[in-house]
């Protein structure tokens, strides 16, 4: 596994946040997927996807800064600041988030298989 590898499905996985891309989600979340919300809550792929699709996640601006990737073996560890402007459920997100997430490389591409979030005072 390269880094540029996951530097460019940061990139698309970014892009499709923002667009709302559900068949690229879909294709770069691993169907087995846990994440951490700020909240503490742990969510699977089916709620995320769910979250776009039903509009209930709205994303305006998403801006990565302080990227750090550490690549071991088929997996890359991925910790980055995401500046976000949005809404959930009809409240507004606003603010900077830490994000760590791991890529696991497979037959066709790579798929985040976990990550969480915490939010940044």
């Known amino acids: 596994m ?6 460019n499905a940061e990139i698309e996985l970014f892009t499709a946040i923002k667009t709302a891309d559900i068949p690229t989600l879909d294709k770069m979340l691993h169907d087995d997927l846990l994440f951490n919300l700020p ?3 742990t969510i699977n792929k089916e709620f995320d996807l769910e979250s ?4 209930k996640m709205k994303i305006e ?4 800064s302080d990227q750090l990737i550490n690549i071991i ?5 991925v910790a980055v600041t995401v500046m976000l402007k949005g809404t959930y459920e009809g409240n507004i997100l606003n603010g900077a988030f830490r994000y760590i997430r791991v890529w696991k490389q497979f037959e066709e591409n790579v798929k ?3 990550g969480s979030c915490a939010a940044l005072q």
């Open 39 to 41: 909240d503490g809550q």
């Open 52 to 55: 776009y699709r039903s509009g």
């Open 2 to 7: 390269k880094i540029e590898t996951i530097v």
């Open 112 to 114: 985040v298989i976990a």
């Open 73 to 77: 073996d088929n997996t890359a560890v």
């Open 61 to 64: 601006v998403l801006e990565a």
